[in-house]
């Protein structure tokens, strides 16, 4: 059996009340799989309770700490279990939200855009798909340029919300000038598999996103934004090809905000069929 190198990096609790199963679970799954670790990624607290009914309570930060620890514990010697946290960022929470990054001791610290949240739609939403578009893909820079996230998710999610009016081909300028600034930050960028079982099935970013990524060198990090525990490690095999055909080699995670680099090869030959 080849050396257990992956590292699932993205994956939800129960605490957000949209995801289902034990941590236990998905990491007895990222196990089956072949990895060698799995990053806890829940969706933050925000102020105000913005978006409660999408994510943990301000009071329930510490209960999500105890039950990774607890979690970190019960798998130590078999999987490499790490803390990490989806942050829903925006330039109102930047204050707040610096606070929070830096409240626990965080391997890993996702910044993402969910265009459908009510505040977001609320503040950002101008009814103009394409202009909705163009917002969003500058909020995605920003997510990399304010400084406190290791990489941003899903780049390209707002296709599913305005999927009447994406053309890849429209859009290209602002998504180039997004890559521009991103790749200027140092800030890695996400390819997550869970797009391709939603409503514009395409994996988010999409291919040609991919290649642009690759063309600027900025590093990827594969998750699969698991909300149950059987999609742990779901369709890394063709992430990992799907990266390699636009010229990586290499894929990331992060532990203790580090960056580790692991080789694409290496990972396709160490994940288990299950
Ligand atoms: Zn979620
Ligand atoms: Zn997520």
């Known amino acids: 059996m080849a050396e257990a190198v992956l590292y699932e ?3 939800h609790t129960t605490l ?4 289902t199963g034990t941590i236990e679970e998905y990491a007895e799954r990222a196990v089956a799989r072949g990895m060698k670790g799995l990053t806890v990624t829940c969706h933050n607290p925000l102020p105000d309770e913005k978006s409660l009914s999408v994510r943990m309570r301000e009071d329930e930060f510490d209960v999500y700490l105890g039950m990774v620890e607890q979690v970190q514990r019960g798998f130590e010697g078999r999987l490499d279990v790490l803390l990490g946290m989806e942050f829903d960022y925006a330039p109102e929470f930047e204050g707040y939200l610096g606070e929070q ?3 626990a001791g965080f391997d890993y610290c996702l910044g993402s855009i969910h265009p ?8 950002y939403h101008k009814g103009d798909a394409f202009e909705d578009q163009k917002t969003y893909f500058d909020m995605i820079a ?15 999610l707002i296709k599913i919300f305005t999927r009447e009016d994406w053309d890849l081909e429209r859009v290209w ?3 180039e000038e997004m890559l521009d ?3 200027a930050t140092g800030v890695a960028m996400e390819l997550n598999t869970s797009g391709e079982i939603k409503v514009y099935p395409e994996f988010n970013p999409s291919e040609r996103i991919l290649g642009e990524m690759q063309r600027r060198e900025i590093p990827v990090v594969i998750g699969s934004d698991a909300h149950a525990a059987v999609r742990v490690g779901d369709r890394w095999e063709k992430a990992l090809r799907t990266l390699a055909g636009v010229g990586y080699t290499e894929i990331n995670y992060y532990k203790q905000r580090e960056r580790v680099s692991v080789g694409i090869d290496e990972g396709l030959k160490s994940l288990v069929e299950c």
Do not use: L, N
Not at 16 to 19: G, L, P, T
């Open 181 to 183: 600034r991103v790749e």
């Open 116 to 123: 459908q949240t009510d505040y977001y739609c609320e503040w």
């Open 173 to 175: 300028p602002w998504i």
């Open 16 to 19: 957000c009340k949209h995801a």
């Open 9 to 11: 990096t993205h994956t």
């Open 101 to 103: 990054v830096k409240a």
């Open 142 to 156: 920003k997510v990399a340029e304010c400084g406190m996230f290791d990489c941003v998710s899903h780049p390209d």
